[in-house]
Structures are given as C-alpha cells and as structure tokens.
C-alpha cells in the first residue's frame, strides 16, 4: 500500500504563485508514473502534470508554461509549483501514483484562485 498527503492548498489572487507537496509513504518501490490531477465543481478530474521514474514530463496544455512538477526522491515527495494562477485552475489537486495498473491518491488540497 501507499499513502499520499497532498498539502500547499489554498486561496491566491489572480497571478499568484502556490506549491503544492504530495507526500507518500508505504511501499513506494516501483512506482512508475507520478501525477497531479484536478478536480473542478460540475467538472471531470483531469490531468494537470505527470512525471515518470526516467523523469520524462508530461503538461495539459492549459497549464504548459506556468506549472512545474518535480520530486525529490529522498523525501519521497512529489511537487507542483504553480505561477500566474488563473480563475480556471481552481478546484481540488490531487496527486496520483502508478505502479503498472495499480493507482494510488490522496486525498486532495483545494486551490482557489481569486479574480
């Protein structure tokens, strides 16, 4: 099993910069494929970023340029920084792991930005 935590939420004006931690504990070994997803009210959870164990990244368009995700391996923690937030990026993130077919996620942190 693994556990995730995502934290770094919160309320930001239009512009504003958060960085969002997710992180995991248990067995984490084999974990291919990291991710972060979000969730809007009356909308489908999608894709905002993915990193694979080689490192390779993958963006939605819409965040491309403005979003960063990374990992620090030591600290088994995966990270999005997020700049020039827009309206549309609210919603709950969650981080996801993959290892083959098995998918863990936590629990979300809710983003909010303000106009």
């Known amino acids: 099993q693994v556990q995730l935590v995502e934290s770094g939420g919160g309320l930001v004006q239009t512009g504003g910069s958060l960085r969002l931690s997710c992180a995991a504990s248990?067995?984490?070994?084999?974990?291919?494929?990291m991710g972060w997803y979000r969730q809007a009210p009356g909308k489908q959870r999608e894709l905002v970023a993915a990193?694979?164990?080689?490192?390779?990244?993958n963006y939605a368009n819409s965040v491309k340029g403005r979003f960063t995700i990374s990992r620090d391996n030591a600290k088994n923690t995966l990270y999005l920084q997020m700049n020039s937030l827009k309206p549309e990026d609210t919603g709950v993130y969650y981080c996801?792991?993959?290892?083959?077919?098995?998918?863990?996620w936590g629990r979300g942190t809710q983003v909010t930005v303000s106009s």
């Open positions: 248990g067995s984490i070994f084999s974990i291919n494929v």
């Open positions: 996801k792991f993959s290892r083959g077919s098995v998918y863990y």
């Open positions: 990193i694979s164990s080689g490192g390779v990244t």
